[in-house]
């Protein structure tokens, strides 16, 4: 069965990237085969940006929150696979091929953490400094205790999968690391692997700087592996492929 991939970018604010997040997606070496924006209360030029792309979905989500728009995002993907990148990231040619890939060739894989290049220091066309997202990406793991950890900005999962834990996602941006609970949440269906191949470069210097977003982060890591902690044991999320 030929997989199926649905691309998903939760957006708000977004006019100084999503027209390059967006071509990276037309340059792509296997093209996906549907583009999910969504504008969560976006004031700025976003939509206007993004209406500049036929083959590009835009759906509202009014509800502030990343968890909000990834979850309107997720929940209206038709495809297979649901693929995430955040708007100021841009994919590789080979990104959609990769994601294709790797869950072709192994039916019992739930979940994708991609690799990452840091885009202000990879100019053009170019997606350098990876090792040094990746010395962070293990650093994050071992804070959390579970790896890989997904990244919003380089993700993916099968729908079936989504469905599974779609009801269970915690929504509470202040009480929960977003991507940290999906990954939680993912691996308790099963196999979640880094594919080195999937490779995409997003802003991070800025992050190096912002300590008030580093500390919550920190806090909400510590709060979300407190949550999942608490779950009912008996809650099942078995997954068996079909073919």
Request: aromatic share 8%.
């Amino acid at each position: 069965m030929k997989l199926t991939i649905s691309v998903v970018i939760p957006t708000y604010n977004e006019e100084r990237d999503i027209a390059a997040c967006l071509d990276s997606l037309m340059r792509q070496t296997v093209k996906p085969d549907e583009i999910i924006l969504v504008n969560n209360n976006s004031t700025d030029a976003t939509v206007s940006i993004a209406s500049e792309y036929p083959s590009v979905k835009i759906i509202n989500e009014k509800q502030k929150g990343i968890t909000f728009s990834r979850t309107a995002g997720f929940n209206a993907a038709k495809s297979d696979i649901i693929a995430r990148i955040d708007a100021d990231t841009i994919a590789s040619p080979g990104w959609i091929a990769a994601i294709k890939a790797a869950f072709d060739s192994d039916k019992m894989l739930c979940g994708a953490a991609g690799r990452v290049a840091i885009r202000e220091l990879s100019p053009k066309g170019h997606f350098w400094f990876s090792p040094i997202a990746y010395m962070l990406r293990k650093i994050g793991d071992f804070h959390v205790g579970s790896a890989p950890i997904m990244s919003g900005h380089n993700m993916a999962i099968r729908h079936v999968v989504w469905d599974k834990i779609a009801n269970y996602v915690h929504l509470d941006d202040h009480q929960v690391n977003e991507d940290v609970d999906l990954s939680l949440f993912t691996l308790k269906v099963g196999k979640v692997e880094y594919i080195q191949d999937m490779l995409a470069k997003t802003r991070m210097v800025e992050l190096f700087f912002n300590i008030p977003k580093i500390m919550r982060y920190v806090r909400t890591d510590k709060s979300t592996v407190e949550l999942h902690a608490k779950m009912d044991p008996k809650i099942s999320f078995q997954y068996e492929p079909t073919e």
